[in-house]
């Protein structure tokens, strides 16, 4: 008992990040042995568990509302997995541990469906395999120099190469995960690990429409995105004229709406990652504060006009390549919840019921832009600055946190003097 109690170690746990690349799938022939037998037995697995799940109905009662609610029962994994493997070995011809990959697969797939299931979501007829990958597991590929050797049958090998690609040089030294093979294509992961370092900036960010309104401790800053607003716009009106185009031409729209699809796609994932590589060579060994946003939530409020707008914005994406991207420069993203950031007075903590493009306090005449106020409330929540309510002239939010020690002796600021620590930063300037 009193082993387990003790510290194996005092070294703080190690961390990684994957970044992945793909490479051309040149082995289509060979690849495609392994694919048609994975997507056999995973089709298998799928019907085997599918006979075993139980689907009940029944009626829910709240208020003088009838709701229809569904519980769906898988079969469980330690009670079958057996049972389950030896039968799928029978009809197997390849490497056996595919089959203990693909198991988790169809668990993957029934759990995801099962969720969705439940919430009304998805229907309740069996899942169906549209395009099938193999996420090769690491006893199944061996690493040598530049390329890997991925192993499909007993002494059958496949060979991938990523010697000659443009990233080459990037993944020099690094470790390979488990590759993902499809038809086209090879996604090769690559495990960086993360070196410790310690945030020595704050920069809390309220995402709006066409702007990211951000405040740093000392000023604010306005990131303009309407360009990537805009390019959402165009590409929406193209695809609403190949949508009219593919009701007489079914086949050739089809292949226009994929293609623009995919062009629009490329086009805002370029964007992003441009904007936040200028954003982290901005604020380097920094702890970014993001909003935890729900857009589904946001629609149920908003009007027909609101709506498709917040349909064309992308947050999420930039949140999530900020996150991915921070610890290659030393930085970390947190995130925080967004209820009443624009409404709150950062000074005192009074709460407005309604706000325009301009918040004032009622209580003690605190005036801001609603965007920048958004902003400064993220970073006290990050910062956890408490509101001051024995001391209402000092405006905490404008001392960064560098300066907490002399927040006593700090000298109050007016909304009007942080209202001109606004700073201006369009998309052209930082690409």
Same mark, same amino acid.
């Given at each position: 008992?009193?082993?387990?109690?003790?510290? &194996?170690?005092?070294?703080?746990?190690?961390?990684?990040? +994957?970044?992945?690349?793909?490479?051309?799938?040149?082995?289509?022939?060979?690849?495609?042995?392994?694919?048609?037998?994975?997507?056999?037995?995973?089709?298998?697995?799928?019907?085997?568990?599918?006979?075993?799940?139980?689907?009940?109905?029944?009626?829910?009662?709240?208020?003088? &509302?009838?709701?229809?609610?569904?519980?769906?029962?898988?079969?469980?994994?330690?009670?079958? +997995?057996? !049972?389950?493997? /030896?039968?799928?070995?029978?009809?197997?011809?390849?490497?056996?541990?595919?089959?203990?990959?693909?198991?988790?697969?169809?668990?993957?797939?029934?759990? %995801?469906?099962?969720? =969705?299931?439940?919430?009304?979501?998805?229907?309740?007829? &069996?899942?169906?395999?549209? &395009?099938?990958?193999?996420?090769?597991?690491?006893?199944?590929?061996?690493?040598?120099?530049?390329?890997?050797?991925?192993?499909?049958?007993?002494?059958?090998?496949?060979?991938? %190469?990523?010697?000659?690609?443009?990233?080459?040089?990037?993944?020099?030294?690094?470790?390979?995960?488990?590759?993902?093979?499809?038809?086209?294509?090879?996604?090769? #992961?690559?495990?960086?690990?993360?070196?410790?370092?310690?945030?020595?900036?704050?920069?809390?960010?309220?995402?709006?429409?066409? !702007?990211?309104?951000?405040?740093?401790?000392?000023?604010?800053?306005?990131?303009?995105?309407?360009?990537?607003?805009?390019?959402?716009?165009? @590409?929406?009106?193209?695809?609403?004229?190949?949508? %009219?185009? !593919?009701?007489?031409?079914?086949?050739?729209?089809?292949?226009?709406?994929?293609? +623009?699809? *995919? =062009?629009?796609?490329?086009? $805002?994932?370029?964007?992003? *990652?441009?904007?936040?590589?200028?954003?982290?060579?901005?604020?380097?060994?920094?702890?970014?504060?993001?909003?935890?946003?729900?857009?589904?939530? @946001?629609?149920?409020?908003?009007?027909?006009?609101?709506?498709?707008?917040?349909?064309?914005? $992308?947050? =999420?994406?930039?949140? =999530?390549?900020?996150?991915?991207?921070?610890?290659?420069?030393?930085?970390?993203?947190?995130?925080?919840? #967004?209820?009443?950031?624009?409404?709150?007075?950062?000074?005192?903590?009074?709460?407005?019921?309604?706000?325009?493009?301009?918040?004032?306090? $009622?209580?003690?005449?605190?005036?801001? /832009?609603?965007?920048?106020?958004?902003?400064?409330?993220?970073?006290?929540? @990050?910062?956890?600055?408490? *509101?001051?309510?024995?001391?209402?002239?000092?405006?905490?939010?404008?001392?960064?946190?560098?300066?907490?020690?002399? @927040?006593?002796?700090?000298?109050?600021?007016?909304?009007?003097?942080?209202?001109?620590?606004?700073?201006?930063?369009?998309?052209?300037?930082?690409?």
């Amino acid at each position: 008992m009193l082993r387990n109690l003790r510290l &194996k170690t005092f070294q703080p746990e190690e961390e990684y990040i +994957y970044l992945t690349y793909s490479i051309k799938n040149d082995k289509k022939e060979e690849s495609k042995v392994l694919l048609e037998n994975y997507r056999v037995l995973l089709q298998k697995a799928l019907d085997w568990l599918w006979e075993r799940t139980k689907i009940e109905r029944k009626e829910v009662k709240k208020g003088k &509302k009838i709701f229809m609610k569904t519980k769906i029962t898988l079969p469980k994994k330690k009670e079958v +997995y057996k !049972t389950l493997r /030896d039968e799928l070995e029978k009809i197997n011809v390849l490497a056996s541990h595919y089959v203990d990959k693909l198991i988790n697969d169809a668990y993957s797939i029934l759990k %995801s469906w099962k969720r =969705r299931a439940e919430k009304g979501q998805a229907s309740l007829r &069996k899942p169906r395999l549209k &395009k099938v990958y193999v996420r090769v597991k690491s006893t199944l590929r061996k690493v040598e120099g530049e390329s890997v050797r991925i192993t499909i049958k007993p002494y059958e090998y496949i060979t991938f %190469s990523w010697s000659h690609t443009w990233f080459s040089r990037r993944v020099k030294g690094l470790e390979l995960g488990e590759p993902i093979i499809k038809e086209d294509k090879v996604y090769l #992961p690559f495990r960086y690990k993360l070196p410790w370092f310690t945030s020595l900036d704050f920069l809390s960010i309220d995402s709006n429409l066409y !702007t990211l309104d951000a405040y740093d401790g000392d000023k604010f800053i306005t990131f303009s995105i309407k360009e990537l607003y805009s390019l959402k716009y165009g @590409m929406q009106l193209k695809r609403a004229r190949v949508q %009219s185009f !593919t009701s007489k031409h079914p086949k050739k729209g089809k292949e226009l709406l994929k293609k +623009y699809s *995919h =062009r629009e796609r490329n086009r $805002v994932m370029d964007y992003v *990652h441009k904007f936040v590589n200028k954003l982290l060579e901005m604020y380097p060994f920094t702890l970014f504060a993001v909003e935890k946003l729900n857009k589904q939530s @946001m629609f149920e409020d908003a009007s027909d006009s609101l709506s498709r707008k917040i349909s064309r914005t $992308v947050w =999420r994406t930039i949140h =999530r390549v900020l996150k991915y991207k921070a610890p290659l420069y030393g930085s970390f993203v947190k995130e925080v919840n #967004p209820h009443l950031t624009s409404k709150s007075c950062p000074r005192c903590g009074w709460v407005s019921r309604k706000v325009g493009g301009t918040f004032r306090c $009622v209580r003690c005449g605190f005036t801001l /832009d609603r965007q920048l106020n958004a902003s400064l409330n993220i970073y006290l929540k @990050m910062c956890g600055f408490p *509101h001051i309510r024995d001391i209402p002239r000092v405006w905490v939010g404008v001392i960064p946190l560098k300066g907490q020690k002399r @927040m006593n002796g700090a000298m109050p600021r007016d909304s009007g003097e942080a209202q001109r620590l606004r700073v201006d930063i369009e998309y052209y300037e930082i690409l």
